[in-house]
T-cell receptor, first 114, second 113 residues
Framework: DADVTQTPRNRITKTGKRIMLECSQT?????MYWYRQDPGLGLRLIYY???????NKGEISDGYSVSRQAQAKFSLSLESAIPNQTALYFC?????????????FGPGTRLLVL | GNSVTQMEGPVTLSEEAFLTINCTYT??????LFWYVQYPGEGLQLLLK?????DKGSNKGFEATYRKETTSFHLEKGSVQVSDSAVYFC????????????FGPGTRLSVLP
């Protein structure tokens, strides 16, 4: 079984709708991250969480919110989706925050906003 | 700010050809450097990493050496296989808080039989 899972894997929604993307992990890591991937831009950090009581904005947090329901669960919400939020979204975890730490990624959620 | 530049793709090679994907970076201090690989339909996974100057990371026949004098971390493989077809991301982490993990745009590699 995968260590980091994301649901749904694909989602089509309409402008103005609220949607939630979910991430679960069985690695026992405290640190969790949400990224979006756009063609030619690599991955950009949306939000990150160091534990259930610590949530921080990343590079591109506008239009997004997150919830850390438990150590194993980190959800990303789009309060009112817009077409330029069409992207591939990845959840990731890491054991620590040292700069040499490996990040472990989920399989991604492909989101299309019409 | 910190940044990563890598060669534009796509790169198309024949099986058993030599591969080089160039990566250069800009960062303050002494970042750790990574190569991640994304196979079709999957998330990113670590391919190799190096944490200090002159370190060589290696895995699955791939190698990259941390060159501080040229701020580079080029990925190489002596003989690619069809199964190496994927998107390769160079990345750096510049501090100990995880929020400054910077990815390059990715290079798509296609290996033909």
């Amino acid at each position: 079984d995968a260590d980091v899972t994301q649901t749904p894997r694909n989602r089509i929604t309409k402008t103005g709708k609220r949607i939630m993307l979910e991430c679960s992990q069985t690695k026992g890591h405290d640190r969790m991250y949400w990224y979006r991937q756009d063609p030619g831009l690599g991955l950009r950090l949306i939000y990150y969480s160091f534990d259930v009581k610590d949530i921080n904005k990343g590079e591109i947090s506008d239009g997004y919110s997150v919830s850390r329901q438990a150590q194993a669960k980190f959800s990303l919400s789009l309060e009112s989706a817009i077409p330029n939020q069409t992207a591939l979204y990845f959840c990731a975890t890491s054991e620590g925050t040292q700069k040499w730490e490996t990040q472990y990624f989920g399989p991604g959620t492909r989101l299309l906003v019409l | 700010g910190n940044s990563v530049t890598q060669m534009e793709g796509p790169v198309t090679l024949s099986e058993e050809a030599f591969l080089t994907i160039n990566c250069t970076y800009t960062a303050t201090g002494y970042p750790s450097l990574f190569w991640y690989v994304q196979y079709p339909g999957e998330g990113l996974q670590l391919l190799l990493k190096a944490t200090k100057a002159d370190d060589k990371g290696s895995n699955k026949g791939f190698e990259a050496t941390y060159r501080k004098e040229t701020t580079s971390f080029h990925l190489e493989k002596g003989s690619v296989q069809v199964s190496d077809s994927a998107v390769y991301f160079c990345a750096l982490s510049a501090d100990n808080y995880g929020q400054n993990f910077v990815f390059g745009p990715g290079t798509r590699l296609s290996v033909l039989p």
